[in-house]
């Protein structure tokens, strides 16, 4: 039996394969009236793919899939693009840096055209690059993006429209260089949101409108917008944007939200817009990861309590460091954390021993693998960045190291990591189309 699920971004109906998701699928699948003619068919014909030509793939599938190695051949050709690969599940997004955005990096584009079907701006589209003198906009880099987006055939995603980080001084500042005004702050963020979703209504796909409002122990985090506009801030935020785009999805984004605490403190965020009367479309769990944190159960969780809020999950700035994190850091990624460079912490700046990258492999494989069990509720996974040059990760929580967190190398090269997603997305059976 397969399951298919309505994808939000182009309205077909496609095949699923998480186990876990069958009856939830199946449900789904008869109130939203897909595809009835193929919902019953046997697991070995989902599994296999083309059941004809490839008869003996359902054990190597129920194998990868319980973890333990296939025998069997692969059931259908792994392709050689990402987005292909993963297309019935979800969309495989990535961003992009201003550098990229222009063409300045001879080769990324095409890579990223190959592999990703969604982007999303590293940080042209927060309000120190779209707004850094009050009342000028410049909207250059981000149009830019636009329409590589719309060449590339790719979903464009906002990234961000509330953050207490990249937002310049002026905006929390009154005309006497004192904290400004509720009204004066409120005005500000009406003219942000309204000028900036109004500029790229109906282009955008969705909107992370709040980035990091809570605190590890889920409460809300202390940050002049909360200091100026009160308690309710994102509450004003999520309405101005929905004001502002009807038909954009909203989203609350987070970092660290696999912790039970912090994932409590969403779930409660996101239960109050909905009181409200806000859609909430989305969660994003940004995923900066480590070779050894979080354990899987803990993503998985999360991903279960904040399904049940009826948004959408999403992994929206997923990165795996393999450098060691100094004692002094959180994990995570509040990028207030500045420490000194410390060169035993920096011990991969020649390369990468082979057991580190096969660790880096099996990392992201194990990752990729817990979210297809629950693809029914996951509607993108995003990379933060394309490779590992570019990645943030070199400069997080000290500047100057040497990390490998992405799934390309500095030169573009595909990472072993590429041909085991790759191989995953083929073992699980759904129909690869776009
Ligand atoms: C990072 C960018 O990758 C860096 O280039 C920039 O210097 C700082 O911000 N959480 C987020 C992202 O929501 O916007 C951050 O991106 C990483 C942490």
Redesign the pocket.
């Known amino acids: 039996m397969t399951v298919f699920k309505r994808a939000a971004a182009d309205g077909h109906c496609r095949a699923g394969a998480g186990p876990r998701n069958l009856l939830l699928g199946l449900a789904a699948l008869l109130l939203s009236g897909c595809a009835p003619d193929h919902v019953v068919r046997s697991a070995s014909e989902v599994h296999a793919g083309s059941a004809a030509s490839s008869g003996s793939a359902a054990p190597a599938a129920n194998a990868a899939r319980a973890g333990k190695a296939a025998v069997t051949e692969p059931a259908t050709d792994p392709g050689n693009s990402l987005r292909q690969a993963f297309a019935p599940y979800f969309l495989l997004g990535t ?1 992009l ?1 201003a550098q990229q955005i222009a063409g300045q990096e001879r080769g990324t584009l095409p890579l990223v055209q190959q592999h990703f079907n969604s982007l999303t701006a ?2 042209v589209m ?1 309000w120190q690059l779209l707004q850094p003198v009050e009342g000028q906009f410049d909207f250059s880099a981000a149009d830019a993006l636009l329409a590589l987006a719309e060449q590339q055939d790719s979903v464009l995603i906002g ?2 429209l509330l ?1 207490h ?2 937002t310049p001084a002026w905006v929390f500042q009154g005309p006497d260089g004192g904290p400004a005004s509720r009204e004066l702050l409120l005005a500000r963020l009406t003219s942000h949101i309204q000028t900036v979703m109004g500029r790229y209504r109906g282009k955008i796909k969705g909107w ?1 409108v709040v ?2 409002a809570l605190n590890e122990d889920g409460s809300l985090r202390d940050t002049p917008w909360r200091r100026i506009l009160g308690d309710d801030f994102y509450l004003t935020a999520f309405a101005l944007a929905q004001q502002a785009d009807p038909a954009a999805e909203l989203y609350y ?1 987070d ?1 660290n939200l696999f912790k039970p605490a912090k994932r409590q403190g969403a779930v409660r965020l996101v239960r109050q817009l909905q009181a409200a009367g806000i859609k909430v479309a989305g969660i994003g769990m ?1 995923g ?1 990861y480590g070779l050894d944190f979080p354990a899987l159960q803990e993503v998985e969780d999360s991903i279960r309590a904040f399904a049940a809020t009826g948004a959408q999950v999403m992994i ?2 997923l990165d795996i460091t393999v450098l060691p994190n100094p004692e002094q850091a959180q994990i995570g ?1 509040d ?1 207030s954390q500045k420490l000194a460079l410390q060169a035993r912490l920096n011990p991969y700046t020649t390369g990468l021993p082979a057991n580190v990258s096969q660790a880096l492999t099996e990392r992201y494989h194990a990752l990729f693998r817990l979210f297809l069990q629950y693809e029914a509720s996951i509607s993108r996974v995003t990379l ?2 394309v490779h590992d040059g570019q990645s ?1 990760r070199n ?2 929580p000290m500047q100057g190291r040497t990390d490998y967190a992405l799934l390309f190398d500095r030169d573009l090269t595909p990472k072993p990591a590429v041909t085991a997603l790759l191989q995953l997305a083929a073992e699980s059976g759904g129909e690869r189309r776009e």
């Open positions: 961003a840096s590293e940080n927060k990234h961000t953050w980080e990249q992370d980035n990091e984004n970092f940004q900066h929206t700035e990624a990028v933060w960045g943030w400069g997080f």
